[in-house]
């Protein structure tokens, strides 16, 4: 033969590609998009892993409105208030932090899971002292089963935590100012946290907190 001529090499088969849940979103989108998103992201130091992590997040997203897509960037990654301190959920010109307290999170979470203040302290110190981890714990909140919720569902079920409806119900509360903010902050972060399912309490904590520790 040439010895110009190729060489015929063998080139194993690709491995199949993770097949995308949904081919399009036929509604809203769940939060719990994001919130499995993250724990998978948050779980490895390797680029590569949380490059497919969010890979497959957004191959959920596929048909989806871009309001669920933007809504589902910035509760990925909240950007961080240069001024306030906090997440921001909207563009870096929009100067509207969340302003949270740690004392209204404290509430919100104590009225949602029905724990005491010394059990909620106490199981935090479990995970160095990470609420979002002790919340999860201390919650018997159940995952979902699907990614999307029709319209019609959402509007019978308020319970069903859409990535446009948590973005939208946290930047109201951050709009929240003046006398009994505090309390209007804690009621309303009350009710979030108690329509959470599984790991999504996990991930509304660590916003409110802005303390996202995902690495992305």
Same mark, same amino acid.
Request: aromatic share 6%.
């Given at each position: 033969? +040439? ?10 088969? *690709? ?18 998009? @994001?919130?499995?998103? &993250?724990?998978? @992201?948050? +779980?490895?130091? $390797? ?5 497919? %992590? ?7 997203? *596929? =048909?989806?409105? @871009? ?14 208030? +240069? !001024? =306030?301190?906090?997440?921001?959920? !909207?563009?870096?010109? !929009?100067?509207?932090? &969340?302003? /949270? ?11 949602? /899971?029905?724990?005491? %203040?010394? #059990?909620?302290? +106490?199981? %935090? $110190? ?9 919340? %999860? ?12 919720? $029709? ?6 079920? /308020?319970?069903?935590? #859409? ?5 939208? *119900?946290? &930047?109201?509360? =951050? ?25 999504? &309490?996990?991930?509304?904590?660590? #916003? ?9």
């Amino acid at each position: 033969s +040439s010895p110009h001529q190729l060489k015929k090499t063998f080139s194993p088969p *690709r491995k199949k590609e993770e097949e995308q849940p949904a081919s399009n979103c036929q509604g809203f989108a769940y939060y719990s998009v @994001v919130s499995d998103a &993250l724990d998978e @992201v948050s +779980s490895t130091r $390797s680029r590569l892993a949380k490059d497919k %992590a969010l890979s497959k997040a957004f191959g959920r997203l *596929r =048909g989806c409105g @871009v309001e669920d897509v933007e809504a589902a960037c910035y509760l990925m990654a909240p950007v961080r208030d +240069s !001024q =306030g301190g906090g997440h921001r959920l !909207q563009p870096d010109h !929009q100067h509207e932090p &969340l302003n /949270i307290s740690y004392r209204v999170v404290e509430k919100a979470l104590l009225d949602s /899971i029905g724990a005491s %203040a010394a #059990t909620l302290r +106490s199981t %935090a $110190s479990r995970f160095e002292g990470d609420w979002g981890e002790a919340a %999860a714990a201390l919650s018997s909140g159940r995952k979902r089963k699907n990614w999307f919720v $029709s319209p019609d569902a959402a509007e019978k079920d /308020i319970a069903l935590l #859409t990535c446009v409806g948590v973005r939208s *119900r946290l &930047l109201e509360l =951050g709009k929240t100012n003046g006398n009994g903010s505090e309390d209007a902050k804690r009621r309303g972060l009350s009710r979030l946290f108690r329509d959470a399912r599984g790991n999504e &309490l996990k991930w509304l904590v660590r #916003t409110a907190f802005a303390h996202m520790s995902t690495g992305i």
